[in-house]
């Protein structure tokens, strides 16, 4: 399975986007270690010249990471037919141990490697490269996990056999499964409705208030991260209930197919990325005073919540027109 075109084109993904963020690293450390701005010596001089070269490189490939996670999602649904027992991508993930773990840190490399290009288009910004140590210490963090993606990945693919026999979402995501899907299942409608659209209403009221007056932008950041854990769990509990119009039906992955036509990827692209950009705009509010982006970091954390509220208002429109419209009613 490993030689399937979407495979090879997932592996060497990982491997461009681990290669490169090891390098970048590698210069991240002599950077955290030895920059100097009031410094004229020569290797002052290539740190900088090296600094750009790497944020130009890591734009661009952390950019192919963001996509890949699509990619991934796309090829594990596109594999479902063959192998039995599998009916979408969440049997397909569950042919071997490693095929989810695989798509949970490409998940939590999707969430930082948007947080470091936001902080990086900041740092740009600057003429004095304000934000290099907080962004190598950012980067350093993440070269890790990619790398540990990109084995994650390879261990995948080059154990999935035909031949296997894996379990269907009915299954894995039932209130009867002792598993994260079957626990996510079982909890309460009622409940995680209020939570859903409080959240949604929070994250709201307190991202118009920081676009207009420039208040409350910590209030925002923090609702819209706990609004999206709310909203990934809520998929699973009620959202996707409405679009399968079947009361036990809770797998987050049919949503991803021509049935339903591919309504998932909408949602689940509105929710990512209004996520990362509400995670970003607050993380930027430390350096607000810093010179050089005392006139820079409020535009883009406005620009930044103003995505977050067309994401996160698209993912609640989403939802509530198949509540409304939906066949099921639920009590």
Not at 164 to 182: D, K, M, Q, Y
């Amino acid at each position: 399975m490993i030689l399937h075109p979407a495979a090879l084109a997932l592996l060497l993904i990982a491997l461009l986007v681990s290669g490169l963020g090891i390098y970048a690293g590698y210069y991240g450390v002599r950077i955290l270690a030895r920059w100097d701005p009031v410094s004229g010596s020569e290797e002052q001089l290539e740190l900088e010249r090296r600094t750009y070269l790497i944020s130009t490189i890591m734009s661009y490939i952390l950019s192919f990471e963001l996509m890949s996670l699509f990619l991934f999602v796309y090829t594990a649904d596109d594999l479902h037919t063959l192998f039995t027992g599998a009916m979408c991508a969440a049997g397909t993930l569950a042919v071997n141990p490693f095929g989810y773990p695989a798509l949970l840190i490409k998940i939590v490399n999707f969430l930082l490697a948007g947080v470091w290009l936001i902080v990086n288009y900041a740092d740009n910004k600057g003429y004095d490269y304000p934000l290099i140590k907080i962004k190598y210490e950012l980067l350093n963090l993440l070269v890790p996990l990619l790398a540990l993606e990109c084995c994650l990945l390879f261990a995948y693919f080059a154990g999935i056999k035909p031949n296997i026999i894996t379990s269907c979402c009915g299954s894995l995501f039932s209130r009867e499964s002792v598993s994260l899907g079957g626990n996510l299942s079982s909890l309460p409608h009622l409940p995680m409705q209020m939570a859903f659209f409080s959240g949604m209403i929070i994250t709201a009221l307190s991202g118009l208030y920081y676009y207009l007056r420039g208040r409350a932008c910590y209030l925002f950041s923090i609702s819209a991260t706990v609004t999206f854990l709310i909203s990934t769990t809520s998929i699973i509990s009620f959202i996707c209930l409405y679009f399968y119009e079947l009361p036990t039906h809770h797998c987050p992955f049919c949503l991803l197919q021509k049935e339903y036509y591919y309504v998932g990827y909408l949602l689940y692209a509105t929710l990512f990325s209004g996520a990362v950009a509400g995670i970003g705009a607050g993380l930027l509010m430390p350096f607000r005073k810093i010179g050089s982006l005392l006139h820079i970091i409020p535009g883009i954390q406005r620009s930044l919540t103003l995505i977050t509220l067309v994401c996160y208002l698209i993912f609640s429109l989403i939802t509530v027109w198949k509540i409304v419209f939906s066949a099921l009613k639920l009590g």
